[in-house]
């Protein structure tokens, strides 16, 4: 089934000739082909705008049926033919090549009709990049879409600087190592906030840019045979992902499964045989890791007894430290703090050593309480200072003034890590032309809220880097369970688990999940710092679990997540769990000894 945005695929396909130790056969390819034909297989809602033959030659049957195939008709040899020769090694070598008619290929041959619906809008490698940039200029003028756009190497090495225009010119760009290596030499490339990069590195993986911010995207294992349209099928895969709302390095990661599909036989082969479950299930595996486990059986348990529970509610975010009810800063403070939610503990030798408590106006209150206190003093003394442009200006000094406690002290671990994402903060709002009410007012104005804000917050510095969106979805649900009720999350279909340490503590504690892994299991137990797999292997895990408990209990997130942040004073870091104040001891596994995973990270 088709899900997320509509896409659109604009290019060409291809007539070519392969030989791979045996006969030569006749196979359709095409770069824009691939790639909607990758986007469905992803289970995303494709299609394609391309020439098209008057009478469709049998190789391409099987792909028309599976993805909508519009454009000006044509005859098959005006289509490009390839004569590509297979190695040994599954390299593809090109032996000779007739572009056909393909340069003729219009804007003005692009009816409105097909623009009319599209979210995402894609433009393969088509003969030129002056002729995608033609394209390029006539989407824009006629549709909201985000566009996106490839290149291939004889692009690159030919016009480098019209292909970094294109670049410039659309929101997500594709290309391979050896293409950026041609365009942009040893550079860094400019990726400007608001834009997506990916560059696909063969074994090695992708590097997925989200402005100047650079996550390696892990391939998905398979068994290669043919390594042609590997690249074209991780855009059509991160097109799908995106399309239906997941995290650009998610996306990548889906894209990564699709190719892992394509690469298995020559040609489309594979690609055809496969189904988005077979995709789905390939990139989900990648994030497991048979470590640690999901106990089903538990989760069944606990979300029997969640459902029956009425104190299991959504917190309003109300409160002493939180803006008043119709405070008309309340967004601009929701959004600076929120953002500031991590790493609330300090390490000695190896080892967690201590929470972090500090008091301020009188009070003593621990991490997180302390963050939302320590920005409503700023509400309240300095509130331009939550601005973007406030945010984007702030000096060390301000940035100290914003977390001291009443003796002048900052009790913050990594401040130096604060005061960066705080202006990178301001800094890509500012450059993304929004303020809190801004993004909030357009957010509403979508068919999903969260899904829209969140979108955009996977572009700004301490939100984006976060794959599964920790800060972001606390900030959803801030502002939807908050009296103002700045989001309707009776329209949001997309959100997912907070997943910060107290949940990963109660799900290890409980028997929501399991470490099998005994070196792990010490290592965890014994608080010590673990490294980034490790921590990555129980957050997923975790994650997971809680989606699966929501299920089971029927009872929705913004319950679920209060009830497991509550179970913090309950199952604390440094004291012995108090079991009989619980209203899950009756089915909890009491795996006391087991703590949070100890990793430093700007997520939780």
């Known amino acids: 089934m088709d899900t997320g945005l509509p896409i659109v695929v604009i290019g060409g396909a291809s007539v070519d000739r392969i030989r791979a130790g045996g006969e030569p056969r006749t196979i359709a390819g095409g770069a824009a082909l691939y790639t909607a034909l990758a986007a469905r297989r992803a289970g995303g809602n494709a299609s394609f705008f391309g020439f098209r033959p008057t009478e469709l030659p049998d190789i391409f049957t099987e792909a028309a049926r599976l993805v909508p195939w519009v454009g000006p008709p044509c005859e098959v040899t005006d289509l490009p033919h390839f004569e590509i020769v297979y190695e040994d090694d599954g390299n593809a070598r090109l032996v000779s090549a ?94 400007r906030p608001g834009q997506l990069l990916v560059v696909t590195r063969g074994s090695q993986g992708a590097d997925v840019w989200q402005g100047d911010h650079c996550t390696r995207v892990p391939i998905c294992p398979s068994t290669p045979v043919d390594l042609t349209g590997a690249g074209d099928s991780v855009c059509g895969g991160t097109l799908a992902g995106l399309a239906r709302g997941l995290h650009p390095t998610e996306a990548v990661l889906l894209g990564s499964a699709v190719a892992a599909a394509t690469i298995e036989a020559p040609g489309m082969e594979a690609l055809l045989d496969t189904s988005p479950r077979q995709v789905e299930e390939r990139r989900r595996l990648v994030r497991r890791d048979p470590r640690v486990q999901v106990n089903r059986v538990q989760v069944r348990r606990m979300g029997q007894v969640i459902a029956g529970l009425e104190t299991v509610q959504p917190f309003n975010f109300t409160g002493p430290h939180f803006p008043a009810v119709g405070d008309p800063r309340a967004l601009d403070y929701f959004f600076a703090a929120i953002l500031h939610q991590f790493g609330f503990w300090s390490p000695a030798n190896g080892i967690y050593a201590r929470p972090t408590w500090a008091t301020i106006d009188g009070q003593r209150l621990k991490g997180s309480d302390y963050c939302f206190a320590a920005y409503k003093r700023v509400l309240d003394q300095n509130p331009d200072q939550l601005l973007p442009r406030g945010q984007a200006a702030l000096r060390w000094a301000d940035t100290r003034a914003i977390f001291a406690d009443d003796e002048g002290t900052v009790p913050m671990p990594v401040l130096a890590t604060h005061h960066a994402l705080a202006r990178g903060f301001g800094r890509d709002l500012w450059e993304l032309h929004y303020t809190p009410a801004q993004l909030v007012a357009e957010a509403q104005a979508s068919p999903d809220p969260g899904a829209h804000l969140i979108s955009v917050l996977d572009h700004v510095t301490g ?42 503590r109660s799900c290890l504690r409980t028997g929501l999940v399991e470490v099998g892994d005994e070196a792990l299991r010490e290592r ?51 004291q012995q769990p108090d079991c009989a104040r619980c209203p899950v001891d009756p089915v909890c596994k009491h795996d006391v000894a087991m703590f949070q995973p100890v990793l430093r990270t700007t997520f939780y």
């Open 98 to 191: 007739d572009w056909g008619t393909e340069e003729t290929l219009d804007p003005s041959m692009l009816g409105d009709e097909v623009l009319r619906d599209a979210a995402l809008i894609h433009i393969a490698a088509i003969h030129a990049p002056e002729l995608q940039m033609r394209f390029v200029q006539s989407v824009r003028a006629r549709c909201d879409a985000k566009i996106s756009a490839g290149t291939y190497g004889y692009m690159a090495r030919r016009a480098p600087d019209m292909v970094r225009a294109l670049m410039e010119s659309v929101d997500i760009f594709f290309l391979n190592e050896f293409e950026l290596q041609l365009v942009f030499g040893g550079e860094r490339p400019p990726v």
């Open 524 to 574: 965890i137990v014994g608080r010590r710092l673990l490294e980034p797999g490790d921590e990555q292997a129980v957050r997923a895990a975790c994650f997971e679990a809680v989606e699966a408990l929501m299920e089971a209990s029927g009872r929705e997130l913004g319950a679920i997540d209060y009830f497991f942040f509550g179970a913090r004073k309950r199952c604390p870091e440094m």
């Open 463 to 504: 939100y984006r880097e976060d794959p599964l969106r920790k800060k972001a979805m606390l900030l959803v649900l801030a502002l939807g369970q908050r009296p103002e009720g700045f989001i309707d999350l009776s329209r949001c279909k997309q959100l997912g688990p907070v997943v910060d340490y107290h949940i990963m």
